[in-house]
Structure formats: structure tokens, C-alpha cells
């Protein structure tokens, strides 16, 4: 049994493996080609968080592959009502086969992973995002090709997702130049899984400056809404603006994993431009997902 926690819960050849079998399941689902491997199967799906992409993309991905699933939310739950953890993870695993937990703290999916009997699955922890960086790796790969040897600069705070790119550019092997305020950078711990291939910057410029891809992401993520105004001081200076793209280069995408705040981190013109493919990286979402559910459950 695999659990999913990290993008490091896969070898490099797993990854591979998923962004193509991602792709294969795009086109198989556009060209209206039914594909159902897991009739009977369940995902259990624990949110502690808001979402729109996550849940729609598990629970379509889920109907479309003949399966069901459910949502669980802490409210409707005895999980909202101090009902153990682990107590949780023995009892729901027994009756899913698999179960998908957006949380806080990344220890939570830990402590369910260290007692189920079932796949788990990280749907965003305040650690990292891998499910989201399966859709942008699968996104950057159809529109560029391959990712190994490629540029892709962070702009903004060094939260989960910023974790996220830091372990896959030390899997796949490409450079990362990542722009943020002191006091907002990545973890040290995390930072050291990118190797020589991570660089952090003070100027947004500097690190954008011939990147193959741009990407950002709020500057107060779910939670951190209190610090909104101590944000939006600390990272001026740090939003995504048609100047900065021109200094990418017109080679260069951008990528943002969604809801986006006009205006504060992306100017409307570059999320609405051409260099964009937002849209495309929130449907491959369900499309990543899928394969990953594939090879969670089935074992390809
Ligand atoms: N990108 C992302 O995880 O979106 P949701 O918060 O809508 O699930």
C-alpha cells in the first residue's frame, strides 16, 4: 500500500509515469472514451479546508472512473468533535479504499497515514500541495516538453506550494529561482531538498529573468487571513505584472494554482494574457488526479 503525503512519496520514474498516464486520461476523457477501472471503489474525503478545484476535480475524477465519493467534512463528523485521529483512520480505512485529507498541519496526515488501512492522499497541507504540482508539471509538459533542464521562477510567499516546486525541481531536475521577502522564505529543511538547483532571490526581476515558467500564489493563504495587512506590506514588490513577464522573456508561462487575487499577487492582464495557462493547469487537476488514483488503487 502507497500513501501520497509528498511529491518524495514517488520515485522520479512514478512521476513520469503519472504526467503521461495523466495525458493519455485527458484525451481518452475529451474524446468521450469511457474508462471506468474502479467500479465499486470509494475515496473517503476528509476536508478541514474550503475548496473548489480539489473536491470537484476528486469527486468527477472519482464518478468518471466508475466509483464514488465522499465528502466528509469535519462539521458533520465526530473528527470536529475531538474524535481521535487515529481512531478515525482505523475505522474510516476499513470501509474506503482510499482517503484524500486537506488539513493544517501536515503532522494530522501523518498520524492518518501512520494508522490506515487505505492510500492516503494529500490534498493540500500547510506543508506542501503534490497534487497540485502533478496538474503544473502535467500543464508545463504538454505546452513545453520536458521540465528536466528547464527554469521555472517562484514569485511571492514560500508557503506549501513554494515547497512543493523545491522537492520537484530536486526529483526532475530543474532550476528554480524563487523571489521573497525575509521572514516569508521557504522552510531550510525543505529548501535543502532542491539541492544546487534551488536558488533564493531578494528581487522578483532577478528571479523571473529568462525563466520557461512564472508562478505564484496568494500572499495569505486559508488561515492566515488575520495577517492580510502585514502581507500585502511585506510582499510588495512581488506580484507578477506584464513588466515582469517581459523580463521572463515570451517564452515563458505562467502558471497560478488558483483562486487568484487580482491585483495583489497577479495583475489581471498576465492571468488573463497570453503567456497564461491557468485554465488548463485547473482542469489537469482532474486529469493528474485520475492517473493518481489509478495507480493508488489499482497499482498503475
Ligand atoms: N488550487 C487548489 O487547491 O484549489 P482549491 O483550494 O479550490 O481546491
Redesign the pocket.
Known amino acids: 500500500m502507497r500513501h501520497f503525503l509528498t511529491l518524495r512519496d514517488c520515485s522520479v520514474d512514478e512521476i513520469h509515469q503519472l504526467l503521461r498516464r495523466a495525458t493519455e486520461l485527458r484525451d481518452m476523457h475529451r474524446a468521450g472514451h469511457l474508462h471506468q477501472p474502479l467500479q465499486g471503489r470509494v475515496l473517503g474525503m476528509v476536508f478541514e479546508k ?6 470537484v476535480s476528486f469527486e468527477a475524477g472519482m464518478a468518471q472512473l466508475g466509483g464514488h465519493a465522499l465528502f466528509l467534512s469535519p462539521r458533520d463528523t465526530q473528527l470536529g468533535r475531538g474524535e481521535p485521529v487515529e481512531d478515525t483512520a482505523r475505522v474510516v480505512s476499513r470501509m474506503v479504499d482510499a482517503v484524500m485529507i ?1 488539513t493544517f498541519g501536515h503532522d494530522m496526515l501523518e498520524r492518518f497515514a501512520g494508522h490506515s488501512a487505505a492510500p492516503v492522499i494529500n490534498g ?1 497541507s500547510d506543508l506542501c ?1 503534490p497534487c ?1 504540482l502533478l496538474a503544473d508539471l502535467q500543464t508545463f509538459t504538454e505546452h513545453r516538453g520536458p521540465i528536466t533542464d528547464r527554469r521555472v521562477a517562484w514569485i511571492g510567499d514560500g508557503n506549501n506550494m513554494c515547497h512543493s516546486w523545491i522537492e520537484a525541481a530536486g526529483l526532475l531536475g530543474f532550476d528554480l529561482h524563487i523571489a521573497a521577502p525575509p521572514g516569508y522564505r521557504p522552510e531550510a529543511d525543505i529548501l535543502a531538498l532542491g539541492g544546487d538547483r534551488v536558488q533564493v532571490f531578494d528581487d522578483a526581476y532577478a528571479a523571473a529573468e529568462g525563466a520557461d515558467l512564472v508562478t505564484t500564489d496568494v500572499w495569505a493563504s486559508m488561515g492566515q487571513e488575520s495577517e492580510q495587512a502585514a502581507r500585502e506590506e511585506a510582499f510588495r514588490g512581488f506580484c507578477v505584472t506584464e513588466s515582469l513577464m517581459e523580463c521572463a522573456g515570451e517564452q515563458a508561462l505562467f502558471m497560478h ?3 487568484a487575487h487580482r491585483g495583489e499577487e497577479v495583475e489581471a492582464a498576465v492571468l488573463e494574457g497570453p503567456q497564461s495557462v491557468v485554465w488548463d493547469e485547473a482542469e489537469n ?1 482532474l486529469h493528474a488526479q485520475k492517473a493518481l488514483l489509478e495507480f493508488l488503487m489499482l497499482g498503475y
Do not use: A, E
Request: hydrophobic letters at 15%; aromatic letters at 0%; one cysteine or more.
Open positions: 474550503s475548496s473548489t478545484r480539489t473536491r486537506r493540500l500541495h497540485q494554482c488558483l483562486p487537476r
